[in-house]
């Protein structure tokens, strides 16, 4: 179960992991009766009530599992279903394919045949030939976030509701390699499955990964640093295991394109943060080293194309910090020579508006020229042109910017009331700026920006602001309060 109600009678569950006798390895009961009450459903299961306390509702479940012949484990608990094929209804469980157990359809026409194959093979090197990596290519979907939402649904009784949270699941949106155990679990996993929805669709398939692990990462907030620390021996395992294992997987996956965001808030840091921030300045070195090491590395990979994170309009907008990360991003280009970067991705897990004419230069935005994304990619587009880097194109995260939050001060990051999705993922979205590649949507709505807990190792105290979200879980984890406002106050609507 990924997140609870705000309910006592409920607030026992939120422990729970699915088990066979389902319930009772979950502390809980089987209810006496297959046909008692249903009180509550989460992914887990049914759950009735006797002698005041939760019950699993037993199941019988076939004899055989048909999935298991295939290579795949049956579903442990109520999955919802993510595709059907002439074999069964399948649903995703720890980021894999698994069957719902149930009676196989009778045979029939495939419209998108050997959905899953466990081990397809590379065709011929791919190249993006320097053209804009998401024109013209499928979007991969993530089975993770899949997952999350069908949790999600299960929490929700509004139907207009669940309708929207429903077609989310028609949209792509990137899968962050967080930890050297998560690039472990998800890398190979989803470039395997984006090959074999490339085999079977005849069509490209563009997978977008987030590489987010470097020592002392996120140097500026204490929600979401990392797990390696700004020290020599964990840049030597940054680059042992965690990029060298991410250039051999996609050394061999050569012939589908990838999209890599690069180390969101890392060199935002080093151009605001060194003078201020004790361990942005022990950072700095190991920053600027793993950018080196990864552009070498994954920049000849001709179907990879590489943006590297540039903050938002109201971290770096002002004329003297863009001026300033002109020549730093420059030279961290330069560094990692002969490797080639494509671009940059603005608005990384933030929630400025694509455009807000309600604002312009003034005491009100501090004197920002660049007070919405839309006009700070037109300024940093002539900046960097002007630095002499020679790719400049950009990547807007658009997954939670569409309605303008509540915040007082533009700065104001974790967890926002007033949230909504924005625009959806598309390639060269704006005629007018053949420089912008894409709307994606990299920051997933419904996972938390950091936990509102003030014990919390964690805590941040910007996710205590009056205008974050609470109460919030730890970053990375479900919100479902957050998600649904998300849905509600999307624009254009779901």
Not at 195 to 209: C, D, E, I, M, R
Not at 221 to 227: F, K, T, V, Y
Not at 461 to 469: L, S, V
Request: charged share 20%; proline share 7%; with cysteine.
């Amino acid at each position: 179960m990924k997140s609870t109600l705000a309910l006592t009678a409920v607030a026992a569950l939120a422990a729970k992991a699915s088990a066979a006798c389902w319930s009772q390895k979950l502390g809980y009961p089987c209810c006496s009766s297959s046909s008692a009450e249903v009180w509550y459903t989460d992914n887990d299961g049914k759950w009735g009530v006797e002698n005041n306390d939760w019950c699993g509702i037993p199941v019988e479940e076939p004899d055989t599992c048909w999935s298991e012949s295939l290579g795949y484990p049956c579903c442990s608990s109520n999955t919802g279903v993510a595709y059907i094929d002439n074999d069964g209804e399948w649903g995703v469980e720890n980021g894999g394919w698994c069957g719902i157990k149930g009676d196989r359809p009778n045979p029939r026409p495939n419209p998108n045949p050997n959905p899953i194959d466990e081990d397809p093979i590379p065709g011929e090197q791919y190249s993006h030939n320097g053209k804009n990596p998401f024109a013209g290519n499928e979007f991969y979907l993530n089975p993770y976030y899949l997952e999350e939402v069908d949790g999600a649904i299960a929490q929700m009784s509004d139907s207009s509701l669940i309708a929207k949270a429903e077609k989310m699941k028609t949209y792509s949106n990137a899968i962050w390699l967080d930890t050297i155990k998560n690039m472990q679990s998800w890398l190979e996993t989803n470039l395997k499955g984006a090959l074999a929805q490339q085999q079977s669709s005849g069509k490209n398939v563009l997978t977008v990964f987030v590489v987010y692990d470097l020592p002392g990462r996120d140097c500026h907030a204490l929600a979401s640093n990392g797990e390696l620390l700004a020290n020599d021996g964990d840049l030597a395992r940054y680059k042992s295991e965690y990029i060298d294992v991410i250039e051999e997987k996609l050394t061999y996956y050569k012939s589908q394109p990838v999209v890599l965001i690069i180390e969101p808030d890392s060199l935002a840091n080093l151009v605001t943060n060194l003078d201020s921030t004790p361990a942005c300045r022990d950072s700095e070195k190991y920053y600027l080293d793993g950018h080196a090491y990864l552009i070498q590395k994954f920049g000849v990979l001709p179907h990879v194309a590489m943006y590297l994170d540039i903050g938002h309009a109201f971290w770096l907008g002002w004329d003297d910090n863009r001026e300033k990360a002109a020549k730093v991003y420059s030279k961290v280009i330069s560094s990692g020579s002969p490797g080639k970067v494509r671009g940059f991705t603005d608005n990384v897990a933030n929630y400025t508006p694509w455009e807000d004419p309600t604002l312009s230069r003034g005491p009100d935005t501090e004197w920002n020229p660049c007070p919405d994304e839309k006009r700070y990619l037109e300024a940093m587009h002539k900046d960097f042109k002007a630095a002499g880097i020679s790719s400049v194109y950009f990547v807007c995260d658009t997954s939670r910017n569409g309605h303008k939050t509540d915040r007082k001060h533009p700065g104001e990051w974790c967890n926002q009331t007033g949230v909504g999705i924005g625009a959806r993922p598309q390639a060269s979205p704006i005629s007018s700026m053949e420089y912008l590649d894409a709307f994606y949507w990299i920051k997933p709505l419904g996972e938390s920006d950091g936990t509102s807990d003030t014990t919390a190792v964690r805590y941040d105290g910007y996710c205590g602001h009056e205008t974050a979200m609470k109460p919030a879980p730890e970053a990375g984890q479900w919100f479902q309060k957050h998600f649904e406002q998300g849905l509600k106050n999307a624009n254009p609507p779901l």
